[in-house]
């Protein structure tokens, strides 16, 4: 593993490298995600992407671009709450490939469902076209340029539409912030080995989720995109936590 992509606080980072280094990583991923996240979740991150889709109220109904996708997981809830359109978009090829054959084996409405490959920081779409914009799990990957994402959310958002950013966290109290880095640091590359074969990707997640921001951080950040009556929920005793707010009229 390379240690500068891990640690997020490292500011000597060639982000064209780093970016290269976490497409690889998903890619490899993406035959054994979706079973890694319901094991260490235990089970519970399907609750807390409908939680997410829940938060874009009344815009969840209409066109809705799932931002670094992975294997569709959001998208699928957003399908599910009735949007009218949804965009599944991410970096990696064969996230892709597995979202695709998800909603193809499911006999979801495929043809209001568009897939589609690139980087969050340059998005391929008109300014004020979606309805909302959901992520799950995905800041800590894009960090390096994680304003010029924030920026191009709120470029595509359409005035009065919302966002729901689904990310990892850590608790405030000190005894349960512990035990969740025993979790990161032991229990999640252990699951990792056994659902991949392999434990260092997962080792990465861990460290990326050590040196994120804090909600209080994200939030300022979020304000700094144009975001100003950005917010969040937490979950998991403080180890999961749901950013969302909206774009103003």
Excluded at 88 to 93: L, M, P, Q, S, W
Aim: glycine letters at 6%; one cysteine or more; a positive charge.
């Amino acid at each position: 593993m390379q240690p500068k992509f891990a640690n997020l606080k490292e500011s000597d980072v060639d982000i064209r490298q780093r970016q290269q280094y976490v497409t690889e990583l998903f890619d490899n991923l993406a035959p054994n995600y979706d079973r890694f996240n319901r094991w260490v979740s235990f089970f519970r991150d399907e609750a807390w992407r409908r939680k997410t889709i829940e938060l874009l109220d009344d815009q969840k109904t209409g066109r809705v671009l799932d931002l670094a996708a992975g294997t569709g997981d959001l998208a699928r809830s957003a399908v599910q709450a009735g949007a009218r359109q949804v965009h599944v978009f991410d970096i990696a090829f064969n996230m892709l490939i597995q979202a695709k054959a998800k909603f193809s084996a499911e006999n979801h409405q495929v043809s209001k469902i568009n897939f589609e490959l690139g980087s969050a920081a340059r998005l391929p779409f008109k300014d004020n076209s979606f309805d909302g914009i959901v992520s799950g799990f995905a800041m800590r990957n894009v960090f390096h340029f994680l304003d010029d994402v924030l920026s191009e959310m709120h470029r595509v958002l359409k005035p009065g539409g919302r966002f729901a950013i689904l990310e990892l966290s850590q608790p405030k109290n000190s005894i349960l912030r512990a035990g969740f880095r025993v979790h990161m640091k032991t229990v999640m590359p252990l699951i990792g080995k056994l659902t991949a074969g392999k434990s260092t990707p997962f080792q990465y997640l861990c460290e990326t989720t050590m040196t994120f921001l804090s909600p209080e951080e994200f939030k300022q950040r979020l304000e700094n995109a144009g975001f100003p009556a950005a917010n969040w929920q937490k979950f998991l005793f403080g180890g999961i936590a749901i950013h969302f707010g909206k774009k103003q009229p």
